[in-house]
Nanobody, 115 residues
Framework: QVQLVESGGGLVQAGGSLRLSCAASGSIFSVNAMGWYRQAPGKQRELVALITSGGSTNYADSVKGRFTISRDTAKNTVYLQMNSLKPEDTAVYYC?????????WGQGTQVTVSS
């Protein structure tokens, strides 16, 4: 079973930046998609950004132009660069691996943006 470990969360002031990392225990080279999701208190988990095996990316409207998803297949790691952070970006951020109809999730990392 593939394991995903997120890191890089923390407390940052509004306007600041953070980079999240998701290290996978197996190869991500041909995986259908890797994604970042987030869940704020009292809200449903939502898609933040997605990258496919072909390198295509997709973003939630709320983060377009501020967040960038990328991957390093040699390191089996996916990143989420978050710039111009806002208090409404506060949430637990999760990494997800989707391949052949099977999903794996990481344990999440907390991001808190203060105003």
């Amino acid at each position: 079973q593939v394991q995903l470990v997120e890191s890089g969360g923390g407390l940052v002031q509004a306007g600041g930046s953070l980079r999240l990392s998701c290290a996978a225990s197996g190869s991500i080279f041909s995986v259908n998609a890797m994604g970042w999701y987030r869940q704020a208190p009292g809200k449903q988990r939502e898609l933040v950004a997605l990258i496919t095996s072909g390198g295509s990316t997709n973003y939630a409207d709320s983060v377009k132009g501020r967040f960038t998803i990328s991957r390093d297949t040699a390191k089996n790691t996916v990143y989420l660069q978050m710039n111009s952070l806002k208090p409404e970006d506060t949430a637990v951020y999760y990494c997800k691996r989707s391949n052949r109809g099977y999903d794996s999730w990481g344990q999440g990392t907390q991001v808190t943006v203060s105003s």
